[in-house]
């Protein structure tokens, strides 16, 4: 398995603003994911975060709006820009270490006034 | 188009009770996972499921795969509180390192 923090935990904003979230996890990963979990719903996958290269975009999902940064193969960061109330959602980010298998941290709980 | 659809989405039972929770795909898949979120946490992998056929046991749990790799079932027994949860399946194909996520199973067990 694998530890995985996340930073904020929760937060509340307000529109027009940007949050950026972070993702650490205990020892190096070749692959990062970030996912979207509206209220109620199942997770949707935003982006795979590629150290060294720019972020693959899941469809309705944009670089502008998402940006997402993977400096080292421990760390990621997704920022949520320009939010709006349609924003707030649970925010997850997960690593595979074993192929088809995904371990996510525990979420950043983000509510947009 | 939900490529993997689960059943029920949501079930409300008493301590004691058995229950199936379904997975269901037109499309094959190279193994495919379950998780159980609880409120306020992130998804815990429970299994992953990876051959045609193949059946899983943890305690109470029982996971099974179909034969052609489209679906699966979760079988809890004596069900008690602390399985109350959100199960999610999800599914993964050879070649892409993505998943797809069913909708989910709401389960709420009462003492």
């Known amino acids: 398995s694998a530890v995985i923090s996340q930073k904020p935990s929760r937060d509340i904003c307000q529109r027009g603003t940007s949050l950026t979230i972070q993702c650490q996890v205990d020892?190096?990963?070749?692959?990062m994911f970030w996912y979207r979990q509206q209220p109620g719903q199942s997770l949707t996958l935003i982006a795979t975060?590629?150290?060294?290269?720019?972020?693959?975009?899941e469809s309705g999902f944009v670089i502008d709006k998402f940006p997402i940064s993977r400096p080292n193969l421990t760390f990621s960061t997704l920022t949520v820009s320009n939010m709006s109330p349609e924003d707030s959602s649970i925010y997850l980010c997960?690593?595979?270490?074993?192929?088809?298998?995904?371990?996510f941290g525990p979420g950043t709980r983000l509510t947009v006034l | 188009t939900q490529l993997l659809e689960q059943s029920p989405q949501f079930l409300s039972i008493q301590e004691g009770e058995n229950l199936t929770v379904y997975c269901n795909s037109s499309?094959?898949?190279?193994?495919l996972q379950w998780y159980r979120q609880e409120p306020g946490e992130g998804p815990v992998l429970l299994v992953t499921?990876?051959?045609?056929?193949e059946v899983k046991k943890l305690k109470r749990l029982t996971f099974q795969f179909g034969d052609a790799r489209k679906d699966s079932s979760l079988h809890i027994t004596a069900a008690q509180p602390g399985d109350t949860g959100l199960y999610l399946c999800?599914?993964?194909?050879?070649?892409?390192?993505?998943?797809?996520f069913g909708k989910g199973t709401m389960l709420l067990v009462s003492p």
């Open positions: 997960s690593v595979a270490r074993e192929p088809d298998t995904q371990y």
């Open positions: 020892s190096q990963v070749t692959m």
């Open positions: 975060a590629n150290q060294g290269s720019e972020a693959t975009y």
């Open positions: 499309s094959v898949f190279s193994s």
């Open positions: 499921v990876v051959t045609g056929g």
């Open positions: 999800a599914g993964a194909k050879a070649g892409y390192s993505t998943l797809t």
